[in-house]
């Protein structure tokens, strides 16, 4: 009887070894596909954010909000640039439930440049949505090119201990000529233009490239004290220092008409827009996108005299 049993024993074995090969197999192609079909959607997912059709912040918007912008940092073309405030600025006010902007500053100035690039876009976007104000809310410092842009704003609020002000134009560098005659290192420049070597940092000083620098500072000067002047009105309460380069704390610049009272993100969202939901619009650039705008930055600082002694509203 067990010889007769033994043979059908070893084909079930084999049977069943069989099929369980042909389950783990069909497992793992379940298996499989789960994995890539996961895959596909985690990249379609990353695709969608970084195209923007995703808020990065996970905020559902089916209501009026409060749209946030910061501007943090120096005023650059590789840190707070002109690009990025704009792009952010424009987002802002485009959005259908917006009901009134923030743009949050904390940053000690920088380039006029990017600085009146942001001012001229702020004018046009409050030309173009006359029904969105926008509204300017100081952190630790506005100041230089910082209030440049903040006078832009409908209003400008501050904290108490906020330093504002700065109302001025530099242009800093250094001078190595005795340094060098001390090591006995002799300057060889060679220019194809008399001015080409304008303030030259191991050349000593050209009375006629010195005056010319500071006539061109005091018209960038002029353009900043107007801007101010155009953006805070009869508001303003000038005084001899206040387009000297001082700062002032908030508390001060309220009462110098430099800014319109106190106030942080949330209670002007609150009281003043009277929209508590806040939405930040501010643009976040890429790795890839950051290093071309450091290297651009860097070409562009090769290339120009300017480098040398760098103008700024700082």
């Not at 024993?9 to 099929?19: F, G, Q, S």
């Not at 409908?154 to 201990?161: N, P, R, T």
Request: proline share 4%; net charge neutral.
């Amino acid at each position: 009887m067990s010889e007769q049993q033994e043979p059908n024993w070893e084909r079930t074995v084999l049977e069943k070894l069989a099929l369980s090969a042909i389950q783990e197999q069909r497992r793992s192609r379940h298996w499989s596909i789960l994995f890539k079909t996961l895959g596909f959607l985690y990249l379609f997912i990353v695709m969608f954010m970084v195209a923007g059709w995703f808020r990065s912040d996970g905020v559902s918007l089916p209501k009026a909000h409060t749209a946030l912008v910061d501007l943090q940092g120096v005023i650059a073309a590789d840190q707070a640039s002109a690009d990025s405030i704009i792009a952010s600025l424009q987002g802002a006010f485009e959005d259908k439930k917006t009901k009134g902007v923030i743009l949050r500053i904390n940053s000690p100035g920088g380039s006029p440049v990017q600085a009146g690039q942001i001012y001229d876009e702020i004018k046009r976007l409050r030309a173009l949505h006359p029904k969105v104000p926008l509204y300017a809310v100081v952190d630790d410092i506005c100041a230089s090119g910082g209030y440049y842009i903040a006078a832009g704003a409908d209003q400008i609020f501050v904290d108490k201990a906020s330093i504002v002000g700065s109302i001025g134009v530099l242009m800093d560098g250094f001078g190595f000529t005795q340094t060098m005659q001390k090591l006995g290192v002799e300057r060889r420049l060679l220019t194809a233009g008399e001015n080409k070597g304008f303030l030259d940092p191991f050349s000593p000083v050209d009375p006629k490239h010195e005056a010319f620098a500071k006539q061109m500072l005091e018209e960038i000067h002029a353009q900043f004290i107007g801007v101010v002047r155009e953006g805070r009105g009869k508001r303003l309460k000038e005084t001899p220092e206040m387009f000297s380069g001082l700062v002032w704390s908030g508390e001060k610049s309220i009462q110098l008409g430099l800014a319109d009272g106190f106030g942080s993100v949330e209670s002007v969202a609150r009281d003043v827009i009277k929209a508590e939901d806040i939405v930040d619009y501010t643009q976040q650039d890429s790795f890839v996108e950051r290093l071309a705008g450091r290297l651009g930055a860097s070409m562009a600082k090769a290339l120009t005299p300017f480098e040398k002694a760098g103008v700024t509203l700082r």
